[in-house]
């Protein structure tokens, strides 16, 4: 299984002004969310992108990833029918291929200048399966991730096989459901904001019918039909949507970042002024 093909859903109606913020990233150059988002793709050998996006937001984004290096188009999502919906309009572009899927609102800054969406593919190249990136996550911030439970593989530290599925769980469904082996109580293992899909996924989201489509469901139906895998990310992932998850980005590349004492000196400088204040 090769994977040379990615999806970026990026439709959301409250959310269509994050693809075009704008950062500094580690080598202190000025880019977009989407930008970011496309780079993190192209890093993972991928050659095709299809973003989903609302009606009308083709041309504006098209500005934002013109030097990606990576043949990009665009499909616009008509009916507002949930995350799940998004990804399965681009099912002519993925045809009966695997593909890598990322969510517009969240920036990946991996760990040690590493591509959290490389390690990604090439797990799912060697597994030829699906394989989900997931984070160990403490439990008050299961509101906002879908969740996995499942075992590990003997012998490979950090990949699960995924068992159950259950999006943006409570906490007793955590506790009685997605327990996994080896982690410590309160924490459980939740969605990344990225996946290695396989054309199995796309035929499930198509069975669906509702006016909330959710790939969460889909994902679940499929760890009961084939083998899908989990990979525990040491990289970290900014929801931009949320407070300050913007700030928490640009601060995150700042740190890993060729700019990285005179931020640090900046910081403390703040710091130190605002205590002084208290």
Not at 9 to 34: C, F, I, N, Y
Not at 214 to 235: D, F, I, K, N, W
Request: proline share 4%.
């Amino acid at each position: 299984m090769q994977v040379k093909k990615a999806v970026i859903t990026a439709a959301a109606k409250a959310q269509r002004a994050l693809p075009m913020q704008t950062l500094v990233d580690e080598h202190g150059t000025e880019r977009s969310v989407l930008s970011l988002i496309v780079q993190e793709a192209v890093r993972a050998g991928i050659e095709d992108i299809c973003v989903v996006v609302y009606p009308g937001d083709a041309d504006p984004y098209s500005k934002l990833v013109q030097d990606s290096g990576a043949r990009v188009r665009f499909i616009e999502q008509h009916e507002p029918r949930g995350y799940g919906h998004a990804v399965w309009c681009a099912r002519e572009f993925t045809g009966g291929d695997a593909f890598l899927h990322l969510v517009g609102d969240h920036i990946y800054v991996g760990e040690n200048g590493r591509s959290s969406a490389r390690a990604l593919v090439d797990t799912a190249e060697a597994e030829a399966c699906a394989v989900s990136a997931v984070q160990v996550t403490r439990e008050n911030l299961l509101p906002y991730f879908g969740a996995v439970g499942g075992q590990q593989i003997a012998g490979h530290p950090g990949l699960y096989r995924v068992e159950t599925v259950i999006e943006k769980p409570t906490p007793t469904e955590a506790e009685q459901e997605l327990v996994v082996p080896g982690l410590r109580s309160g924490y459980y293992l939740c969605f990344h904001g990225m996946h290695v899909l396989t054309p199995a996924v796309m035929d499930l989201l198509g069975t669906r019918d509702s006016r909330n489509v959710t790939l969460s469901s889909a994902l679940a139906e499929l760890a009961q039909r084939e083998q899908y895998l989990a990979l525990v990310q040491s990289g970290r992932r900014f929801d931009a949507g949320v407070k300050y998850g913007l700030f928490y980005a640009q601060l995150a590349l700042a740190l890993c970042g060729a700019d990285r004492e005179r931020v640090l000196a900046q910081l403390l400088e703040v710091v130190a002024a605002g205590s002084a204040q208290g």
